[in-house]
């Protein structure tokens, strides 16, 4: 059978898996004593295991198969939890996931794991320092509920015998489902089934190992039990040990009275799904989702944008004709147009969490790396952006990210010297407002050091000491964004390889965004990303320049106004107006896109009043002309230079209008 039809849908879903197994990883970190997480870890590698060995990928299902082995362990409580145990099983995972890239990049998806299957084999060795050495008595590992309790306790009292037997099957079982079936029949002939671990369920979808357990009341000797079972092929070992039913060792359920034997046990077998799989939860509909390929989503946002501009066209004809139906009919299909939009644009749209979810490993890592304690805290990871953007954010996180850990989190013995918790804390933070999402990065670390980025800055060469006395201290900050500039005193993995901030910066600003960085020493600082919500579909304000027609983006401007002539001012030879009580800027565009045959202000000018951050400015133009949604487009890689045009876009008359990059206007 031809498996490579399945083989995009593998990877996803792999990958899906690995995002689990990471994410639960890092709870099990917190919570170690709690089995449901382990379970859910144990179900994601399973699935892994199952899917990779369909495929054909076998040192993927290998490794996964270990590291199975091992979370077996931790859910049946052979060892406990330590950071050297999670940090084996995050190696694995490490591998794991450079197979699955290795796959997708169309490699063979082979890889040496040797040294990290030998950990793990340690590990099930119990050979960990914090961990056991021995193995656990099976009568540990079951908890029985109240109802359970009685009929277990009711048994004993009518002569049975309660057993708890363990059975082991042979490593190279293959149908595991069946051999379960098997040992489930030879003990209902010999008694009655009262629980299981793992759950009926997970033993029939083969969700466990190679171990099981199973309590039993019976009159049949426990000689006479283990000898059946042995003889059942593939099984390898059976131990049968007493159930210790003096006393309940967990509280579940209602308490129930004492009823014969055999109708409690009927009762059991028919509450035992409920009783068996605590961290099961009430069955949700479906999501009804479709995967689709995001090359099929640009296509179709490519197909929109032409039907945008022919609308665009279409409006200005019917305008030009003034014929009644004609107009009618383009105003219905402009608002099932801009309804086709909307929903063309949020499927685009992705959760932040896709890029987000990578950070708390890492930074679990880099702190151990660094001898320091941090506290990631993620806040509105639901936050959706385009996946244009999204594909684009990643790695600058990750330089900022690693700067708030490496320069910005103090170790903790200095954070104590300052009267700080010895714990750092990093936050991540998205949120929309107006047509943008920001992104802030903040920790409570050292802050950053004025003096020491100003005489970095002028041993580099990147500000003068005359230009530097004249710097506020959010420029100064601002000075770490220049190529090159570090302030690590050495070079490390982490940092101080000269690339960095200035990566970030030019990543951001080529997506139309913008980052800012403030700071107050011993607090911390905090540095925040400005993004557009969409990258190709954006509303505007058409203006006129002369002969020439250009648009700003809506999500740029506070409000349009109309300025009096002798309410023009001049500071510092540049022209100045009274905003509300702001002084503000006058930025003449005829001026500074040099347009020919630029009409002279009359009485008054027509000015466009622009924020980037909490600055603002005034653009000065001869007439606005009326807002419109436009396609941007690039301007190609010949003019990706022209200063303060961000593209173009084609109007309804076929004209070709500029789009104002304000960002790079408002100083």
């Known amino acids: 059978m031809d498996m490579s039809q399945y ?61 199975e082995n091992v979370l077996d362990g931790l859910r049946n409580h052979r060892f406990s939890v330590t950071p050297e145990l999670l940090d084996v099983i995050f190696e694995a995972v490490d591998h794991l996931e450079a197979m699955i890239v290795s796959i997708a990049e169309g490699g063979d998806g082979k890889r040496d794991v040797s040294e990290t299957v030998r950990r793990l084999r340690q590990i099930e060795r119990g050979e960990t320092p914090e961990g056991p050495t021995g193995g656990v008595a099976p009568s540990s590992e079951h908890a029985y509920g109240e109802f359970e309790y009685h009929v277990l306790q009711q048994a004993q009292e009518q002569g049975f015998s309660v057993y708890e037997i363990r059975v082991r099957l042979r490593q190279d079982c293959l149908l595991k489902a069946a051999r379960v079936y098997m040992v489930f029949e030879r003990l209902n002939e010999a008694g009655e089934i009262v629980k299981s671990t793992p759950s009926v369920d997970l033993l029939e979808e083969e969700q466990f190992d190679q171990e099981f357990l199973v309590t039993v009341v019976s009159k049949v000797p426990a000689d006479e039990l283990q000898k059946q079972l042995m003889s059942i092929s593939e099984v390898e070992q059976v131990e049968i040990a007493a159930a210790a039913v003096g006393e309940r060792t967990e509280a579940a359920g209602e308490k129930a009275a004492p009823e014969p034997l055999g109708v409690a046990v009927a009762e059991q077998a028919a509450a035992q799904a409920e009783a068996e799989a605590p961290e099961k939860t009430p069955a949700k509909q479906a999501a009804k989702t479709i995967r689709v390929n995001i090359e099929r989503l640009d296509r179709l946002m490519n197909l929109f944008e032409e039907l945008v501009v022919d609308r665009g066209r279409l409006e200005q004809i019917s305008r030009d004709l ?107 933070r998205a949120y929309h407002s107006g047509n943008h999402v920001f992104i802030e990065i903040e920790d409570d670390g050292a802050g950053i050091s004025r003096e020491k980025v100003l005489q970095k800055a002028i041993k580099r060469g990147i500000v003068s000491p005359e230009a530097a006395a004249q710097l506020t201290d959010q420029q100064i900050y601002g000075l770490i964004f220049a190529p090159g500039f570090s302030t690590a005193e050495q070079v490390s993995d982490i940092s101080g390889r000269g690339v960095g901030l200035d990566v970030v910066k030019s990543t951001i600003e080529s997506l139309g965004g913008a980052v800012t960085v403030d700071s107050e020493p011993g607090k911390g600082s905090l540095f925040s990303i400005q993004l557009p919500l969409t990258l190709s579909i954006i509303s505007v304000l058409l203006v006129q320049i002369a002969e020439e027609t250009y648009a700003i983006p809506l999500s740029s401007i506070i409000e349009t106004a109309l300025v009096k002539k002798e309410e023009i001012f001049s500071t510092h030879n540049q022209p100045v107006i009274d905003f509300r009580g702001k002084i503000v800027p006058l930025v003449r565009l005829k001026e500074v896109f040099d347009v020919p045959r630029a009409s002279d202000d009359g009485e008054a000018v027509a000015a466009v009043i622009v924020r980037k951050g909490e600055k603002l400015a005034a653009l000065a133009v001869d007439s606005f002309i009326g807002q419109q949604e436009v396609v941007l487009k690039s301007l190609g890689n010949y003019l990706s230079s022209v200063f303060a045009i961000s593209g173009a876009t084609i109007l309804g008359d076929g004209r070709v209008a500029l789009i104002i990059d304000c960002n790079a206007l408002v100083k």
């Open 322 to 428: 003034n014929h009644a139906e004609l107009t009618e009919t383009v105003e219905r299909m402009s608002r099932i147009s801009s309804d086709l939009q909307t929903i063309i644009l949020n499927m685009r749209m992705v959760p932040v969490e896709t890029v987000f979810n990578r950070f708390p490993r890492m930074v679990r890592q880099l702190a151990r790396d660094l001898g320091k304690k941090v506290r990631l805290e993620v806040i509105g990871a639901e936050t959706e952006l385009d996946r244009t953007v999204i594909d684009e954010i990643g790695d600058p996180l990750v330089h900022l990210i690693r700067n708030a850990l490496d320069h910005g989190i103090e170790a903790p013995d200095v954070r104590m010297a300052h009267g700080k918790p010895e714990e750092g804390l990093v936050q991540l």
């Open 7 to 67: 083989l995009d849908l593998f990877i996803d879903e792999s990958k899906d898996h690995l995002q689990t197994i990471n994410e639960r990883l890092l709870e099990l970190e917190k919570s170690p004593d709690d089995v449901a997480i382990v379970n859910e870890i144990f179900r994601a590698a399973h699935t892994l295991k199952g899917m990779s060995a369909t495929m054909g990928f076998e040192d993927l299902a290998n490794l996964t198969h270990q590291m």
